[in-house]
Nanobody, 125 residues
């Protein structure tokens, strides 16, 4: 079973920054062939896409984080990071790392078959 482990969550004041990391293990295919994504879910809200990077490096961001967050993958280390800048209280959520195996093109959330347990991000005003 593919395992994804997130780290880097915590509490920060509005305007601050955090960097989340996700490490993949127990892979059955080359890490570089997976789409990797970050998603978040706040209490009472639907899970939403934060950022996705596919197997050839194409990146998509959610509307509310575009311009503030950056996703970066390191295929040699089997990791994907999410750099979050200018954080806002509305960014408070549980952040999840997810992986979509090939041949999926990761256009839809149901293509992400593997999920981490999440890391909490709390932004205070």
């Amino acid at each position: 079973q593919v395992q994804l482990v997130e780290s880097g969550g915590g509490s920060v004041q509005a305007g601050g920054s955090l960097r989340l990391s996700c490490t993949a293990s127990r892979l059955t295919q080359n890490y570089s062939s997976y789409c990797m994504g970050w998603f978040r879910q706040a209490p009472g809200k639907e899970r939403e896409e934060v950022a996705v990077v596919n197997n050839v490096g194409i990146i998509a961001y959610g509307d509310y984080v575009k311009g503030r967050f950056s996703i970066f993958r390191d295929n040699a280390k089997a990791t994907v990071n999410l750099e979050m800048n200018n954080l806002k209280p509305d960014d408070t959520a549980m952040y999840y790392c997810a992986a979509a195996p090939p041949p999926g093109r990761c256009r839809f959330i149901n293509e992400f078959n593997y999920w981490g347990r999440g890391t909490q991000v709390t932004v205070s005003s």
